[in-house]
């Protein structure tokens, strides 16, 4: 399907992909395709690594593979690469300009089999530890056909996406069912909603994370999509209904192994597709017979409850059963009766060090581990031994909860300073936190009157600039630090984080003055 424009020159004049404010057509796919095949064919590495950066990137270096006959590998973590223990070939950038030079637009391409078309997939899977999965191109090419034949689309759509094209969710949805369809991909990842500016009808493809935030600080769409689809983690009913307002939302049920499972719109349950056949093994987990991947069966971990042969309640994990003081625990049990507390917006709990430990999102300063331990301790044995207050769970690009930060934010010999919101402004991001009164970096300065002191200051802007720009800086690299007031326990704050092209400017504001100031050096 998504070759077939390759053999012929009947779409060559049709815009496929909308970059940056460049329309570009399957006769320029074509040329930017040659170059970047031309230069994979001078090597006998049979292995291509594609990190999925730029979405035309992506799109270019996907064929160019194919069409080399080489097998495609997708990390959805740049990092990764550096664990590989194979060969490979890198993926070539800047398409639309450098590479023209070996550009070869008269050469035709050779007729592929999709089936023989293989991508490996990199997830986490149940156990945590990466593996790979493979996939055909006729897999997710049947996957787009259904999704398709079930959603009535109309004509001169553009597809967004919030996410990238190197998982199951990405690639088909904002890649493989627009390309196939001839609907145009735009390859700009979208960060924030203002970066949609268009007077065509849109599909989002997006993440329960992305449509959270937005939800929570009522940031609204200058024009609204036409259909929103979301996947990686559960969508709540309060989020759904903001949405719904204005667009059709879609959740979508499935992993990286089984591909599309089920849908839901504004019920409670999933509808799975036509062609998914699904049943259950003794422990009411989920099995999966789907032409959306390759094998016959899947048995997954997820627990199910059937209503017809076409309905089914989603339960939760089975694998989400820890072990703490010889007891067996559900964590999502933990988390249901926690975010039935009134201060209480969303949890999540883990096992970290052999004790159970949880971290929750709340809008109320004044909340306390010992208040949240003694409610449930009301309903269960077992409560959580450490906490942390969070302004949001952090999540992955896939919208799914992201265990290796919250490890490092428990794994702190420092307070976690209470974080009540944050913005972003052009190239900066505004925090709102609070360093609380029994924060352990309080005790012993000073005794008669608590400060907080610069070293940790230093360490939270650095902490900070950190997540919100995904950069690494190094405390010894500040320059230019003034520490012009003192800052005392509870105190709300606003941290102020600037990116520029070789540095991270910080300042801790407050009552209309500022409390430190410096700068990082990248």
């Not at 796919?29 to 031309?38: A, C, D, F, G, M």
């Not at 790979?132 to 009535?152: C, Y």
């Not at 259950?280 to 789907?290: K, Y």
């Not at 650095?462 to 720009?469: I, K, L, Q, S, T």
């Amino acid at each position: 399907m998504i070759l077939e424009k390759f053999y012929t020159d009947k779409y060559d004049n049709e815009t496929v992909i909308e970059h940056g404010k460049k329309l570009i057509s399957m006769r320029e796919l074509k040329e930017y395709v040659h170059s970047v095949q031309n230069i994979f064919s001078r090597t006998d590495i049979p292995n291509v690594v594609i990190t999925g950066r730029d979405g035309l990137d992506f799109i270019v270096n996907f064929f160019a593979a194919i069409f080399c006959g080489k097998k495609i590998y997708l990390l959805t973590d740049k990092n990764r690469i550096k664990t590989l223990n194979f060969n490979y070939i890198p993926e070539q950038t800047n398409n639309t300009s450098v590479l023209k030079e070996y550009s070869t637009p008269q050469a035709g391409f050779k007729k592929i089999n999709p089936e023989e078309v293989l991508v490996n997939f990199y997830t986490s899977g149940s156990t945590g530890e990466p593996k790979t999965i493979v996939k055909n191109l006729t897999n997710m090419e049947e996957e787009a056909v259904e999704i398709l034949s079930m959603f009535n689309f109309i004509e001169d759509l553009v597809f967004y996406s919030t996410t990238t094209m190197t998982h199951m969710f990405g690639i088909v949805f904002h890649f493989v069912i627009p390309f196939s369809a001839g609907y145009i991909v735009n390859t700009e990842r979208i960060e924030y909603p203002e970066q949609i500016q268009t007077s065509k009808p849109y599909v989002l493809i997006s993440t329960p994370s992305f449509l959270e935030k937005m939800a929570k600080y009522d940031i609204k769409f200058s024009s609204a999509p036409y259909k929103i689809f979301t996947a990686g983690d559960k969508l709540s009913t309060k989020i759904r209904d903001f949405f719904n307002k204005t667009s059709e939302i879609i959740d979508i049920y499935g992993s990286t192994e089984s591909s599309t499972i089920g849908y839901r719109t504004n019920t409670k349950y999933f509808n799975k597709l036509e062609s998914v056949k699904i049943s259950q093994n003794s422990n009411g987990c989920l099995i999966v017979n789907s032409k959306f991947f390759i094998g016959k069966e899947l048995y997954m971990e997820d627990k199910i409850e059937k209503l017809t042969d076409k309905q089914f309640y989603l339960l939760g994990r089975n694998d989400r059963i820890v072990k703490v003081r010889e007891k067996r625990i559900s964590l999502p049990e933990i988390e249901n009766i926690l975010n039935n507390h009134k201060d209480v917006i969303e949890s999540y709990c883990f096992k970290y060090e052999n004790n159970l430990v949880c971290a929750i999102v709340t809008d109320n300063k004044n909340l306390t581990p010992k208040d949240l331990k003694e409610y449930v301790s009301e309903y269960s044995e077992i409560t959580p031994k450490r906490w942390r207050f969070l302004d949001e769970l952090p999540k992955n690009q896939r919208g799914k909860i992201d265990k290796n930060k919250l490890e490092k934010i428990f794994g702190l010999n420092l307070s976690y300073p209470l974080v009540t919101g944050r913005k972003k402004i052009g190239e900066s991001f505004e925090i709102k936190l609070m360093f609380k009164a029994n924060s352990n970096f309080f005790r012993g300065h000073f005794d008669v009157m608590p400060v907080l002191p610069g070293v940790v200051q230093l360490f939270y802007a650095n902490w900070f600039a950190d997540e919100v720009f995904n950069i690494k800086l190094s405390n010894i690299e500040a320059k230019r630090i003034k520490f012009s007031n003192i800052i005392k326990p509870d105190e709300e704050l606003i941290l102020k984080l600037t990116n520029k092209d070789n540095s991270v400017e910080f300042t801790y504001l407050g009552d209309d003055k500022i409390y430190s100031s410096g700068i990082f050096v990248k």
